[in-house]
Nanobody, 124 residues
Framework: QVQLVESGGGLVQAGGSLRLSCAASGRTFNSYTMGWFRQAPGREREFVAAISWSGGTTDYAASVKGRFTISRDNAKNTLYLQMNSLAPEDTAVYYC?????????????????WGQGTQVTVSS
């Protein structure tokens, strides 16, 4: 079983930055493909970014590419999402996701595990 706990959300002005963290349990964290998704009110959960077990491969949604950076520290069992140049349309609950069975994580249905989510609100 894998448990994921997000932190780092909050309220920020447009143009600002936040860094989300996701602490994961499990002795084999360095074998998980990890990712971030987000869900705004009234909308489906959407892919934001993902990273391979080694950190050598990353994927980004077009809407965040160049502004967000996903990374991981396998020694600390922690996943990160650095978010820069935030805009009001980035407002959502951000979820950490993990799969132990797939090499890529680009759809919500790819994830085997979810965190509880952390709210990010960007004011204009």
């Amino acid at each position: 079983q894998v448990q994921l706990v997000e932190s780092g959300g909050g309220l920020v002005q447009a143009g600002g930055s936040l860094r989300l963290s996701c602490a994961a349990s499990g002795r084999t964290f360095n074998s998980y493909t990890m990712g971030w998704f987000r869900q705004a009110p009234g909308r489906e959960r959407e892919f934001v970014a993902a990273i391979s077990w080694s950190g050598g491969t990353t994927d980004y949604a077009a809407s965040v590419k160049g502004r967000f950076t996903i990374s991981r520290d396998n020694a600390k069992n922690t996943l990160y999402l650095q978010m820069n140049s935030l805009a009001p349309e980035d407002t959502a609950v951000y979820y950490c996701a993990a799969t132990t069975t797939r090499l890529r994580l680009i759809k919500a249905s790819d994830s085997d595990y979810w965190g509880q989510g952390t709210q990010v609100t960007v004011s204009s």
